[in-house]
Structures are given as C-alpha cells and as structure tokens.
C-alpha cells in the first residue's frame, strides 16, 4: 500500500485517513521516503535550554509514574516531545532504546513530520490530536518495524500545545489500548498543569491585594495568560486576552486599559475616559480592517484572515470553536491545526478586538462591514 500510494498506482486498500492526510501533505512538499531518514539532531546545550523552557518538565515527573514501568515491562520506550517535535526525555526497555538509536530517535532528535515523515509525534503535532500509526503506516521505510502512539499535551491556562507524549515499540507490541493509556496519562498531566495555575492564580491574588485596596476605581489583576485572580468594582469573565507590555486592553466595563506589571501578572484599571473600539470590515476587492478607539489605525487583511472576520460577524455572541471555523473555512473538521495558526496571528494583528476560547469579536467592539458582496473567498 504505501509504495503504491507515493508511485501514484492504485493501492490494494486506502490508507487510514490520518495516514493520508499525513501522506499527502509530505508529498505535496516534496519530502521523499529516504530522505526521512536524515535525523536533525539538536545538541546538548540546546537540548537543556528546551528543557529548562517547557512547561513539561513539572509534569515530568506524573508521566514517569504513570507510563515509564509499563512501558519497561511491555517492552517499549516513552518519548516526551516538545512543540517543535523535539525529543527532550526518553526513557523505558534499555533494547528498544538501542534499536532507536540506530535510528536517530534519541534526546534532541527532531521527530517533526516534516523531518522524519509520518510519525505519532509529527503527526500528532500537525493534526493536534492523538495518532497511533502502524509497520508501514510510517513515511520513512526504516520505521517500517515501529508502531507508536502519541498524544499533544495541552497548556489548560493558554490551550497551546507543549508538545507529545509517545510510545514506541517494535511493530508487535504496541497494542490499540495504548492510545487509552497514553491519553489518561496526558490528561493527568493537564490536570497537574491546571492544579498549578489554580495555585499560582491564589499567590498572585495575594500579591495583589494591597495594591487592588489602595486603587480608587475598578480595576483587577490577571496572569500572564489573561486568567483574572481578583476583580474590585466590576463583573468579568474568568478570562480575558493575554496581556502585553504597551499594548492597550479592551476591558469589559472599563473600556481600555494599559496593562501595567505586577508581580507575574498585570494590574488593569481605567487610565483615562471609558473606551470603546468600532471596527470597519471592508471585505472588498482589497479587504482590510479598520479599528477606531483613542487611536485608529487601519490593517491590510489576507483573503484567509477576511474570511475568518466575516465567519465571526456571522456567529453569535456566543462564538465560534476551532472545529466549527475549520468546517466554516474548508468544508471539514481536518483543519483544526491551520485555523488556530491563523486565529492566532490574527489576534497579534488586531490585539484586544478578538477573543478566543470561543473565538469572537470582543464584548464592546462595535463592528461594521462593508464591500461584502466583492469579497472573494480564497478557497482551500
């Protein structure tokens, strides 16, 4: 099936669909079987600095009680990964350890799809969901004799993804219940995740509490990621748009606000005369976005990014989640990944006149379209 597939003859049976979505994007890049095989290898120095900057590693240690015995016993090896598909920790069967060596598929190896072809770390990182892949399932013909599980790992405060959690083993004996035991193992490592952020949201709160009293008006603080720790004078959601140095912040009941350091977060307060934005959606020949508050300022627009704009105005306050965009966007669910990557460059152009988690037009922005009928879909 698989050289069938690349040569373009017609195949004894269809790959599964995550294999050929896989398949085709490494095809359509021009990425051939042998050349998988040339590993990237980071090395040591680099290695360290992705493990001092991941937020896997405090949660290192709930994946090793959770999967490093099993994967000993049942002879395979657990691979943790970082976003990039960067090998950061390997451990388990000290023999199918030496078998990944001869691959390449060590600590600082680049497991990315595009590096090494269809793999449950690549993979699972383009498609942002779990994949186990078997024997020939993989790209690169030197993996023929693996089958792996892996798993993304979410940020719970941010929903970004940190990165893989895998296992691998010899075409035998990785087993379907494997992707169950690797996604109960991910999910307790988001929890350990969340349990974190519930504690550093409590300090933080108590950091703020002397300046929140002292402040004459409403005002409240918020983590790095937007996550709001307390609140004096007004009602808002539990989270807002992530904060940055400079940047002003549309508040609900406030209007906007510079966000000013404190601690490891942002206090918000009113600096000057309530705000609102007005946004002007010209989905014309030409589509560009035009914001008006105590500034304006005017953004060319991609054919892409217009689209999304124009899918926002049509939802409901409600919003919009990744699935049901791609589906809006492409016409399926199989475009998850691609749509948070254009959301989130959306919202560092535009800054605080989009939300996410659903994703909408923030509360307070005013919007109005025009050139609707000229607007020319760009297409999948």
Not at 11 to 31: M, T
């Amino acid at each position: 099936m698989h050289d069938a597939v690349l040569s373009g003859r017609q195949p004894p049976a269809q790959p599964r669909d995550v294999v050929g979505r896989s398949w085709s994007r490494l095809q359509a890049d021009g990425v051939s079987p042998d050349r998988c095989e040339n590993v990237v290898l980071a090395d040591y120095a680099e290695v360290e600095a992705r493990r001092t900057r991941t937020a896997l590693r405090s949660v290192r240690p709930e994946l090793r009680n959770t999967l490093t015995q099993v994967a000993e016993d049942a002879n395979f090896i657990v691979v943790i990964a970082d976003a990039d598909g960067v090998v950061l920790w390997r451990e388990g069967s000290r023999g199918v350890r030496k078998a990944a060596d001869a691959l390449g598929f060590m600590e600082g190896a680049r497991w990315s799809e595009g590096s090494v072809g269809t793999n449950s770390i690549g993979t699972a990182l383009v498609e942002d969901a779990p994949v186990q892949l078997f024997s020939a399932e993989h790209y690169a013909r030197s993996h023929r004799g693996w089958s792996c599980t892996g798993s993304p790992v979410h940020d719970p405060r941010s929903g970004e993804v940190l990165g893989v959690v895998d296992i691998s083993g010899s075409a035998m004996s990785v087993h379907p219940t494997t992707v169950a035991l690797v996604q109960t193992a991910v999910r307790l490592a988001e929890a350990t995740l969340w349990q974190e952020h519930a504690i550093n949201l409590e300090k933080l709160r108590g950091h703020a509490a002397p300046v929140l009293g002292a402040t004459a008006g409403p005002a409240l603080v918020v983590d790095r990621h937007g996550w709001v720790a307390d609140a004096r004078g007004l009602a808002v959601p539990d989270r807002l748009a992530p904060p940055c140095l400079g940047e002003p912040l549309l508040v609900p009941g406030l209007g906007l606000c510079v966000p000013e350091p404190l601690g490891d977060g942002w206090l918000l307060r009113r600096g000057g005369r309530p705000s609102t934005i007005g946004v002007e959606l010209d989905l014309g020949e030409d589509p560009r976005v035009t914001v008006r508050g105590d500034t304006s300022w005017t953004r060319a627009l991609s054919p892409r990014h217009a689209q999304i704009l124009r899918v926002l105005t049509e939802t409901s306050s409600a919003g919009i989640d990744a699935p049901s965009l791609s589906v809006a966007l492409f016409g399926d669910r199989d475009h998850v990944a691609a749509v948070r990557a254009e959301i989130s460059r959306l919202r560092k152009s535009l800054g605080p006149v989009l939300s996410a988690h659903p994703y909408r037009f923030a509360d307070g922005v005013d919007v109005h379209i025009v050139g609707r009928g000229e607007f020319r879909n760009p297409g999948v």
